[in-house]
């Protein structure tokens, strides 16, 4: 009989072959509502179903009927009581299927419901048997049965309808049907009454299934068009927001509907999804209803740049719905980043959206700041588009939808909820902070927000984990109805195949989206659309064709549906993400270091911390990977339809955070700061329910090493800026004077034809550290590279650099803004006038890539005086405010690490009053100039290796500043250097230097107590940085560092040098001779080795003490020792080398 239901349904209506359990659910309510009639025609036929039928005079009455004529094992009466018995079964095959639906689908509770169904019908067969004469037994009985039909028929109205329980259904019926047959008789006249029944049962389900087609059940969402039935009430307690609607229903309606059929020109659904790389290219899609004849364009152009408008014809793509709708989806590459996009759609050559601009697209720049938002579990409601709205707020470049999108549950009868969806998200938008850049904008509208999907059960409609791909593209067809795949893929497009946008059944559950250089993010099926093994597989084919990102980002973020990690205690969802955590996590995002993994599904908050093989980072371990688990879905998903408190796991020590409140989080990601990501969750009101939490990662890329920090202060963290500058420099402003003031710079710009260009992230008062990021183009001559980048630093930097300067010389001069003593400023620009004069008159054709890059040095400083000035111009600032000029602010920072040496030798080294005495505990200086110490360490079996570095100073030098440069050079082997400094210094002071020639340095101060030795510092001579900065360029090894940074010493900043050559570390082999040079210089002498057979035995460490004899009996480090007996003065029995020889064990290199 249900095989026959469709063909006889296309008879009413063209499109009712609906391929989902609505219309099959249709068909039992109308069998299981029409029992009694079907009862009531053969009652005297078959004794055991007129219990459900009642006498006139409002009894029950039971009669033995006998055979009318004894054939009782005729063919008929074997036929007859099997219908029978299929269709007084049904009431209970509906209410098995139900059940089914609310637990799941696995085998097991398919039998378990099975087992269920036929032990209350075998119960009922025998209470009729031995309770037949009992009226009132028979009566509880009827009751009962209708009851039954009752619960069974509200639980069919509500099913989610999900594609995957197709199979199992139509089995059950007739298994269930097997013990009832043999326990009913029938005479041979019931056949062609059941017939007569039969037909029109047929006729009555054909009208209901013309009614019913393309059924939804709009879960979580609201229909804004016709009728739909409020579920609330029934007896499973869903909120009012649950509704249930038909084509029929929703036609009945005085307003024009989406996309029906010559109801509007225009496109009746607009938006943007993102393509691959975020910072360049965009998905436009657009609603149009049927029509193959429509010729479509889509019109864009940036704004403010010189591009002209340009067109682009996009794909169409035809998928049913409520009417069959022309889904056209445009990809648009080559876009500049940063750049505002305007677009329009012209249908037939007619401009057919509503203004000029009916969209506008902001693309991510390529560095600074960005921020996405984050969240799942939303549907088409008004809690939803609350939440929605407060994303806004936070100017997200893309909003990534974790599943459950709308809750359409796969349903094609579902795409007026899709059009719910779509309508609400269309009004957010990011309103512009700068409306000139595009004249066509008005305070109404505002920059669309690119989506990015996944997929969840509620959007492909399943819920058991698969073992094959479903949607298979090979038995894909959008024109046969039990071939479609889901609206999801219908509508929604994230890939692009040979620079178009894939056909439908072509589309993928898995995609990955690029942001800048230094940032993945991977869209995952989450065991939904495809084995979990799968997806495994294709991440690192997706990693290695990613081309054209160089060095492979730092920075990877995964979003995805099923946690692996619920948020709940739950022991049934925890074993439904086994095969996640057991496929995923050691496997998968271990070897590409995920960061951040957001999960969804449970509809709960949760934040964990950084977990490792399923178990908390231990604090400040550096061994192996650790990722930060967010979720749990709840963007739109109604307090009714979530856990209770009671359910949330909070006697699991991995959650730091554990809610049941709506929220979306709010990632904000530096893409010129390796591994930062700073992440916020927000409500519907607006309400930040914990503040910003910093995931900081520092990556060691040359040591193969990445470190995870996470900060989850309470403290309101203040906001901070990022300025962006480019800089100029004319042909007529090469000389070199630092007086010049003919370079120019544009704000808020990011020009690659600039000299220089970069960005400053004022964040000192938010993270304790700025960030300053500097890139210098090749087609300008050095000089000219050199000079933009310190002009740039110096302008851009200007107000701390002002601050930095009063803090320090207030350190070593001990008044607020009292000048340096002249003799200081003498020494000081004696030096530099011989700088410049070595520069300019050397032709020595051996050093002559030395005092070039020496050269390049000096341009840049001279350019941050320049910027400096520049900016005392603009603020009006002049030297006597401050008792400083610019060019005394840029020397002064540059040489912190030198005037130490400097003011001693030429002020306290002859002041009686500020040398200590004799009885001082610390006569000769040493512990007041102690302030760094350096380790570096292998691991036993020398799989990997680390370094690391503790500097401290005065408070007052907290103006830090992280920074990094990209200095295209000639004879320069490290164009990238990142290293911590502090504001208007070239410098590290930090003596923290990382460089894309592989090497890293690490340095600690070595303070020089022989007072004959202290006072050989000569002017004539670079200064320490200058000839760190000459060597860091120019080195290739540990050797050649310490030949470049051996001559021309001042005598200066004296410091023990640690060189190390990541070149020459293998993981797991013997350490390779070069690995580690010491070097080591004070006034008159410069000593270096190679002592990587030091780290053989474990590690290096560094502390403010000579190790080379040399220089310690010449720094007066033996005499001192041979004087006082006091250890201190001694490299091996010096307190911190005694801690690390008890203590060094402890820096394990090794996972948990």
């Keep these: ?98 059940i089914a639906i609310s637990i799941g689908s696995s085998p097991k509770q398919l039998l378990f419901c099975l087992g269920g169904m ?21 009566r509880a009985l009827k009751r009962l049965l209708q009851w039954q039909a009752a ?42 009454r059941i017939l007569r029944s039969f037909l029109t049962a047929l006729l009555i389900a054909g009208v209901m299934s013309y009614g019913l087609q393309r059924s939804c059940i709009s879960i979580f969402a609201t229909i804004d068009h016709g009728v739909g039935v409020v579920l609330a009430g029934t007896p499973v307690a869903w909120p009012s927001n649950y509704q249930w609607s038909t084509r029929l229903t929703r036609a009945l309606t005085f307003s024009h509907r989406p996309c029906e059929h010559g109801s509007v020109d225009g496109p009746c659904q607009i938006y943007l999804t993102a393509a691959k790389n975020l910072s360049s290219e965009i998905i436009i899609n657009a609603h149009f209803s049927a029509d193959e004849s429509r010729k479509v364009v889509f019109v864009y152009r940036e704004s403010g740049g010189q591009q002209s408008e340009r067109g682009v014809v996009p794909q169409r793509f035809s998928v049913p719905g409520d009417y069959s709708r022309d889904v056209h989806a445009a990809y648009v590459n080559g876009l500049t980043p940063g750049a505002v996009v305007e677009f329009w759609i012209l249908a037939d050559d007619k401009i057919v959206s509503d203004d000029t601009c009916r969209g506008c697209i902001t693309v991510l720049y390529s560095v600074g700041q960005v921020t996405i938002a984050v969240g799942g579990d939303a549907g088409a409601n008004d809690l939803g588009q609350r939440v929605s709205e407060q994303v806004a707020k936070y100017d997200p470049y893309a909003a990534v939808f974790a599943g459950d999108v709308s809750y359409d549950n796969s349903l094609i009868g579902c795409a007026c909820i899709w059009d719910k969806f779509l309508s609400n998200w269309d009004k957010i938008r990011v309103k512009p902070k700068d409306t000139s850049s595009s004249a066509s904008l008005n305070d109404s509208q505002g920059y669309m927000i690119p989506l990015i999907f996944t997929t969840g059960n509620h959007d492909l409609g399943v819920n058991a984990q698969p073992s094959t791909q479903r949607y298979d593209s090979h038995d894909c067809d959008m024109s046969v109805m039990r071939k479609l795949r889901p609206l999801y893929f219908g509508y929604f497009a994230f890939e692009v195949h040979d620079g178009e946008v894939p056909e439908i059944c072509r589309r993928s559950n898995n995609h990955l989206h690029v942001l800048g250089h230094t940032t993945f993010l991977w869209a995952l099926d989450s065991d939904y659309g495809e084995p979990a093994e799968s997806t495994a597989d294709w991440i690192p084919v997706a990693y290695y064709r990613a081309g054209g990102l160089e060095p492979r980002p730092s920075r990877h973020m995964a979003v995805y549906h099923m946690p692996m990690y619920p948020g709940l205690s739950s022991p049934g969802i925890w074993v439904q993400s086994t095969r996640l955590r ?106 930040e329910f914990i503040t910003p939490i910093a995931i900081m990662l520092s990556l060691l890329f040359f040591a193969h090493c990445l470190l995870i920090q996470l900060s989850t202060s309470h403290d309101q963290v203040k906001p901070f800026e990022t300025h962006s500058i480019s800089v100029y420099v004319p042909g007529a402003m090469r000389n070199g004077n630092r007086a010049q003031l003919g370079v120019h710079y544009k704000r808020g710009v990011q020009d690659d034809s600039a000299a220089a260009k970069g960005y400053f992230e004022d ?69 530099y006038e011989w700088f410049v004069r070595q520069v300019a008159n050397d032709n020595d054709d051996v050093h002559k890539d030395y005092w070039q890059t020496a050269r390049f040095v000096l341009k840049q400083y001279q350019g941050e005086v320049a910027g400096i000035q520049r900016y005392f111009d603009e603020n009006n600032i002049t030297s006597a405010t401050y008792n400083a000029d610019p060019w005394q602010m840029a020397t002064v920072l540059n040489a912190i690490g030198d005037l130490l040496d400097i003011v001693y030798v030429l002020v306290e080294a002859n002041d009686t009053n500020s040398r200590p005495s004799s009885s001082s505990p610390d006569p000769l200086g040493l512990f007041r100039h102690s302030m760094c110490t350096a380790l570096v360490k292998v691991a036993p079996d020398f799989t990997d290796l680390r370094f690391g570095h503790s500097a401290w100073f005065t408070y007052a030098a907290t103006n830090r500043i992280y920074k990094h440069y990209h200095l295209h050079f000639q004879q320069n082997n490290a164009e990238v250097m990142s290293f911590s400094s502090y504001a ?30 202290h006072l050989k510092i000569d002017p004539e001579a670079l200064l320490a940085w200058q000839r760190v900065r000459v060597a860091n360029h120019l080195a290739t090894d ?58 053989r035995w474990g590690y290096w460490a560094s502390y403010n003490s000579p190790y080379f004899p040399e220089v310690r009996r010449l720094a007066g480090y033996d005499g001192a020792y041979n004087k006082s007996h006091n250890p201190a003065f001694t490299y091996d029995l010096a307190a911190r080398g005694e801690i690390f020889r008890r203590d060094s064990h402890l820096a394990s290199l090794t996972t948990e």
């Design 1 to 98: 009989m249900l095989s026959s239901l469709p063909y006889l349904s296309t008879l009413f209506y063209r499109d009712a072959l609906i391929v989902s359990q609505a219309f099959v659910s249709a068909v039992l309510v109308v069998c299981a509502l029409l029992t009694a009639l079907w009862v009531s025609r053969i009652k005297d036929d078959v004794a055991y179903t007129r219990i459900l039928q009642d006498a006139e005079e409002g009894s029950l009455t039971i009669e033995d009927t006998p055979e009318a004529d004894g054939r009782a094992s005729t063919f008929e009466n074997y036929l007859s009581r099997g219908a029978c018995g299929v269709m007084s079964l049904l009431p209970l095959v509906v209410w098995y299927w139900s």
């Design 118 to 138: 036929l032990f209350v019908y075998l119960l009922a067969a025998l209470l009729a048997r031995l309770l037949r004469r009992s009226e009132a037994s028979l």
């Design 151 to 192: 619960i069974a028929t509200c639980y069919i109205i509500q099913l989610p309808t999900m594609w995957t329980y197709h199979g199992q259904v139509y089995l059950s019926m007739l298994i269930g049907a097997l013990p009832i047959m043999v326990t009913l008789k029938f005479n041979s006249d019931s056949f062609l």
């Design 582 to 687: 057991e496929v995923w996590e050691r496997d998968l995002f271990a070897k590409i270091n995920i960061t951040v993994a957001f999960e969804h599904h449970v509809h709960a908050f949760k934040r964990t911390f950084p977990l490792r093989d399923g178990k908390v980072a231990s604090n400040g371990s550096s061994s192996g990977f650790s990722t930060v688990f967010v979720g749990d879905g709840k963007w739109g998903v109604s307090p009714n339809d979530s856990p209770s408190e009671d359910a949330l796991a909070r006697d699991d020590h991995r959650f730091a955070k554990l809610g049941t409140f709506n929220h979306v989080w709010i990632a904000k990601i530096d893409l010129n700061v390796e591994g930062s990501v700073s992440l916020v969750a927000v409500d519907e009101h607006g309400v």
């Design 763 to 831: 964040s000192l008062l938010s993270r304790g550290w700025g960030v300053l990021e500097i890139y210098t183009n090749d087609t300008h001559s050095p000089d000219d590279q050199a000079f933009a980048a310190g002009f740039l630093e110096g302008y851009i930097t200007g107000h701390h650099i002002i601050n930095n300067f009063r803090n320090l010389r207030d350190y070593f001069v001990g008044k607020v803004d009292e000048p340096f003593p002249d003799v200081v400023l003498e020494f000081m620009r004696k030096q």
């Design 984 to 1013: 208007g210094s070239q410098m590290s002071l930090d003596d923290f230097y990382l460089m894309s020639s592989g090497l890293a340095m690490i340095q600690t101060t070595l303070w020089v107590l022989d007072k004959d030795t």
């Design 1038 to 1095: 540990g050797a050649s560092w310490f030949e470049l940074y051996e001559p021309y010493n001042s005598g200066t900043y004296n410091n023990q040098y640690m060189v190390i050559d990541l070149n020459k570390f293998t993981p797991g082999k013997p350490l390779n001779k070069g690995l580690l040079w010491v070097i080591e210089s004070i006034p008159g002498v410069t000593v270096g080795e190679d002592l990587t057979g030091a780290l």
